[in-house]
């Protein structure tokens, strides 16, 4: 029995937590009126901004899984009889759907999950009036495609509508410009990229998301972003309500290793490891899943892979956590078509490297390939860069 330390967390979220933060949460406890914890919340303003291309007084952190940041977002800035686009090509895109179907008034555009999305639909949607918000994933984990932000940005500009954009499993694994690409409001976790234990979600809104939500008189209270926005301003620096200070010590350390990786490098890292999964699954003959257009992409964090035929994506999820390494299956409709390996937060080459070799020995005594060891010498080669 392999002992929970000794597993190689390889799942698109929750990811491995570094030692130093795991040890920053066991610091004594603060008041959260006070400097100290000011210091704190600004260090996670500050880096977090940096990580969304935004300034740091439009970041505001609350203590919630990435869910409460996507309620907070739709929930404040929509009355009832609003409409909102929510664009669906996967589990997370529904999840928005859903949201916006108890806050507002739910327009759907929904793809078949693993697809992307076609920009021409959704102007379709906007030519028909009077969306005010659309809601969509960048990253979206559960099928591995990377959704056009710029593009819908460019969209919701034109049609004056706000736009609110998940990067949750995004943020700090690929470059994000909130500010560039029009997002208004944008939510990301703490568990992902950022490879800070679960528990916070990190919201940046512009000045014109926070204003509008003024005319909003059924928003949240507990998730409500002017009260996040407002103890969150220079003056103050805290959260309304009573915070998950021992994630806040997390969050502050695991964001401080970013800045010492550097984004441009940490955004690097994310993309050859992803890609050195691609290539060497492709290259034992395994097809990725998404199905890409001319403005989607392949995620910079995570790969979906079909299940070879005749065995289900669950078996192979299964066999590699015998040998201690936790990947993820397909969600919903997609279990046991699908695996999935996430290349999130603190995740190293070899991390990538034993999970590539156990892969390929595991479908060689399932009977789909004979091991060659390919898959060491490309995803090699793919990373070479990263031991230099
Ligand atoms: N959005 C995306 C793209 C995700 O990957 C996830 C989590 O897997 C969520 C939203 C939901 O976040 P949480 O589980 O932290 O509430």
Redesign the pocket.
């Known amino acids: 029995m392999i002992k929970t330390e000794d597993k190689l967390m390889m799942m698109?979220?929750p990811v491995a937590v570094p030692p130093r933060v795991l040890m920053a949460m066991a610091r004594p406890m603060i008041n959260h009126r006070g400097k100290e914890f000011s210091a704190i919340y600004d260090d996670c303003q500050r880096i977090s901004a940096s990580l969304f291309g935004t300034a740091p007084e439009n970041i505001s952190v609350i203590s919630?899984?990435?869910?409460?940041g996507?309620e907070a977002a739709i929930g404040c800035l929509n009355n009832k009889e609003d409409k909102i686009l929510a664009i669906e090509n996967g589990?997370?895109g529904q999840?928005f759907k859903k949201i916006a179907g108890k806050y507002g008034n739910v327009v759907p555009l929904e793809f078949e999950w693993g697809k992307s999305i076609d920009l021409a639909l959704v102007e379709e949607k906007l030519e028909a009036g009077d969306i005010k918000t659309i809601a969509m994933?960048?990253?979206?984990?559960?099928t591995a495609i990377k959704n056009p932000a710029p593009e819908i940005g460019a969209l919701a500009k034109k049609y004056d509508a706000y736009f609110i954009l998940?990067v949750?499993?995004?943020v700090g694994g690929d470059d994000i410009k909130v500010d560039k690409w029009n997002v208004d409001i944008a939510v990301t976790?703490s568990?992902?990229c950022i490879a800070a234990p679960?528990g916070l979600?990190i919201v940046s809104a512009n000045e014109r998301a926070l204003s509008e939500m003024q005319n909003v008189k059924t928003r949240p209270y507990y998730l409500d972003l002017v009260a996040y926005h407002k103890s969150a301003s220079k003056e103050l620096k805290e959260t309304p309500y009573t915070p998950a200070v021992s994630l806040f010590f997390a969050l502050q350390e695991a964001l401080k290793m970013i800045e010492e990786e550097g984004l441009d490098k940490r955004i690097e890292r994310h993309y050859l490891m992803t890609k050195a999964v691609r290539d060497s699954v492709t290259a034992i003959g395994i097809e990725m899943f998404p199905q890409l257009n001319e403005v989607s992409a392949y995620s910079n964090t995570v790969s979906a892979m079909k299940a070879p035929a005749g065995i289900s994506g669950e078996d192979i999820k299964k066999a590699l956590s015998k040998k201690g390494i936790i990947i993820t299956g397909g969600q919903d409709d997609l279990k046991g078509k699908i695996f999935r390996i996430g290349s999130m937060g603190a995740t190293t080459p070899t991390n990538i490297m034993t999970t590539l070799t156990e892969l390929e020995q595991i479908l060689d005594d399932m009977g789909v390939i004979e091991q060659t060891g390919a898959v060491m010498d490309i995803a090699g080669k793919t990373m070479g860069k990263l031991y230099e």
């Open positions: 698109p979220g919630g899984s990435g869910t409460a996507m589990k997370f999840r994933v960048h990253n979206e984990s559960s998940d949750v499993s995004s976790g568990q992902k679960p979600s």
